[in-house]
């Protein structure tokens, strides 16, 4: 599997995203061996279970130039590195409280050359910066994420779509979304990609 993957569901890409892209093949495979962001075994579905699943996100909403986007929670880099470099004019901080997978966040957002990403090692509950949207990748509990995040949301409204929190999910979210089902929306990611990876998985949208 490689960056065609992308290229399938994102045409429209120019040559520096698609060279940033293919990139990411060697640039965790290198780091994976030495600090464990990602499941060993999973290391060759790479595109598939983690670049192209944290671009579901940009099939849900298509981020204005200037939107400001933090990712809570972000490991290696998901979903806050495929979304920045196909979001060339938006910024992007991502965090994370485990400070070895935020070095590799940062080394490889600097082997790319990725302008508009600054990863830092921090915990959600010490950031006190606005963002028009919060992206995760099932960090935590859909409401104890909103519980931490919320403060983080920005009341200046530029997009679309209001500003909220964006979130990645497998499984039967229903009790999740339970207690914000009126203001919530749940997109089938398999709707937009045909992997049979991609069933029973969804992006969850809790307008703020």
């Known amino acids: 599997m490689n960056s065609k993957l992308i290229e399938k569901y994102f045409p429209e890409m120019s040559n520096e995203q698609q060279r940033q892209f293919d990139m990411l093949d060697e640039l965790y495979r290198d780091w994976n061996a030495k600090i464990n962001v990602i499941s060993r075994r999973d290391i060759d579905n790479l595109y598939e279970h983690h670049v192209l699943h944290s671009l579901a996100i940009a099939k849900a909403i298509r981020f204005k130039a200037g939107t400001r986007i933090l990712d809570f929670g972000t490991g290696g880099?998901?979903?806050?590195?495929?979304?920045?470099?196909?979001?060339?004019?938006?910024?992007?901080?991502?965090?994370?409280?485990?400070?070895?997978?935020?070095?590799v966040a940062q080394e490889v957002t600097k082997a790319i050359g990725l302008k508009n990403?600054?990863?830092?090692?921090?915990?959600?509950?010490?950031?006190?910066?606005?963002?028009?949207?919060?992206?995760?990748?099932?960090?935590?509990?859909?409401?104890?994420?909103?519980?931490?995040?919320?403060?983080?949301?920005?009341?200046?409204?530029?997009?679309?779509?209001?500003?909220?929190?964006?979130?990645?999910?497998?499984?039967?979210?229903?009790?999740?979304?339970?207690?914000?089902?009126?203001?919530?929306?749940?997109?089938?990611?398999?709707?937009?990609?045909?992997?049979?990876?991609?069933?029973?998985?969804?992006?969850?949208?809790?307008?703020?």
């Not at 998901?78 to 938006?90: M, V």
């Not at 935590?140 to 500003?163: E, F, G, H, W, Y």
């Open 77 to 103: 880099g998901f979903p806050g590195i495929p979304l920045a470099i196909l979001f060339p004019e938006c910024s992007f901080k991502l965090i994370d409280g485990t400070g070895k997978k935020i070095h």
């Open 117 to 208: 990403c600054m990863p830092e090692h921090l915990r959600g509950e010490d950031e006190h910066g606005q963002y028009d949207f919060v992206v995760s990748r099932a960090v935590m509990p859909l409401p104890d994420l909103m519980k931490i995040v919320r403060k983080n949301i920005s009341k200046t409204q530029r997009n679309a779509m209001v500003n909220g929190v964006f979130c990645l999910k497998g499984g039967n979210v229903d009790s999740e979304i339970h207690p914000y089902r009126k203001v919530a929306e749940v997109s089938d990611i398999s709707q937009w990609f045909t992997e049979e990876w991609f069933c029973e998985k969804h992006v969850i949208y809790v307008a703020c």
